[in-house]
Each structure stands twice: as structure tokens, then as C-alpha cells.
């Protein structure tokens, strides 16, 4: 409870734009190098997160680290994480470069709307161990820690239809400072991809527990 409270304390000042950037680095600089020629060919990045850490405090690092490239921020949130979310926006009033998409409402539409963001050179986070509600039939069962687990597969399946470079993602925090932590994904074969974010989460999430904040039964 009180990483959590600490994770959102940041994401205030991350969105209010009073987080110090430079607690933050990547654990591998050959990632960090890779993600940035990425980003600078402007084709779009797909990321791939998760509820290990706080990812917005890497979105506030490329937000400042980028300079003179007009682009986005797409995230996805459920309806009632957007609401909320976006009355808090409001209320500090600050001019932050993000798309709002509901995880329950994702169709075609959505696809092709994103597809076209990213050729503008935007990102699109959206998490992969987080199950949209009433959503079960687009669900797919793989196992994490020796456990069974259900994770939505549309997550991957919109990494593999969208063609543009994606990467694995967690920001954990360590002493006061945030660690990147970053793989660069294949998306062709799904199964693989589903395959190698568990794993991705298992070393994530050993690095700090504590941080691991999924608050709903996540293993069956």
C-alpha cells in the first residue's frame, strides 16, 4: 500500500510536470540506444507495459528527452480509470501530448485509428496483464511463476497488426530513482510474444514485489 501510494504521488507530478527526469534511467544502454533510433525514425513505437511499477514516468522522459517531434502519447485505460483520469487532468490544467482510449471499447475502428497515429510518429502504451471487464472470450491462458493466468490477447494481437517497432516495458523504482527496464519484441508469432512477456514480468517483478500492483485476483 504504501509503493502505491509513493507510484501515485509521482504520477501527479509526472503529469503536472514537476517530475525531475533525471531520476530515471534505463538498466541497459544498448536498449536505451535502440529505443531511441526507433523513436527518431518516427514510424511509431508499440509498447507493451504492465501494472509492475509506474510507466508514466518513462512518458514524462520521452515527452522532455524529445525534443522538436510533434507526437502523442496514446494510452489505454478502462472507463472508469479514464474518467477519473482525466478530471485530474483537467484540474491542474497541463498541456500533456495524450489520446485516451477505453480497453472496453476497442474495435476495427480502433485499430486503424491507431495504425494511423503511429505512422505520424506517435506511441501507443497499452498493458498486456490487465483483463478488460465482461471480455473473457478474448482472453488466453499461459502461465506465470509455475501459475495459471489469463491475459488479453487483443494486447498482442494489435502488436503484431500494427508492424512498427515494440518493446516490452516496466519502470521499477529503486532507491529514489526509476530503472528502465526494456526488451525489444518480435510481434509476428502471438504465441511467442505472450510467451516472453511472462517472462519479461517474472524478472520484472522480482526485482521489487512490492511494486507489482495488480489488486484483483490475478492468478487463477
Sequence with gaps: ILSYANSLTDKMLVFAGDFDDSKITFTDKKDEISLFEDINKKNGIFFICNHIGNIEVLQAFC???????????????????????NNFINHIKVDFPLKIFSVEDIDVNTGIELK????????????????????????????????????????????KLMDVPTYFISAIKIKGKYKIYLEKQNPKIEKDLISSYTKFMEKVILVNPFQFFHFYDFFN
Design 63 to 85: 515527452k522532455n528527452k524529445i525534443n522538436g517531434q510533434d507526437f502523442n502519447i496514446n494510452v489505454f485505460l478502462s472507463n472508469k480509470q479514464s474518467q477519473i483520469f
Design 116 to 159: 494511423e497515429n503511429l505512422e505520424n510518429g506517435d506511441m501507443v502504451f497499452i498493458a498486456g496483464d490487465r483483463l478488460a471487464e465482461n471480455n473473457d472470450c478474448k482472453n488466453v491462458e499461459t502461465s506465470m511463476f509455475s501459475h495459471k493466468i489469463l491475459l488479453p490477447k487483443g494486447t498482442f494481437k494489435l502488436a
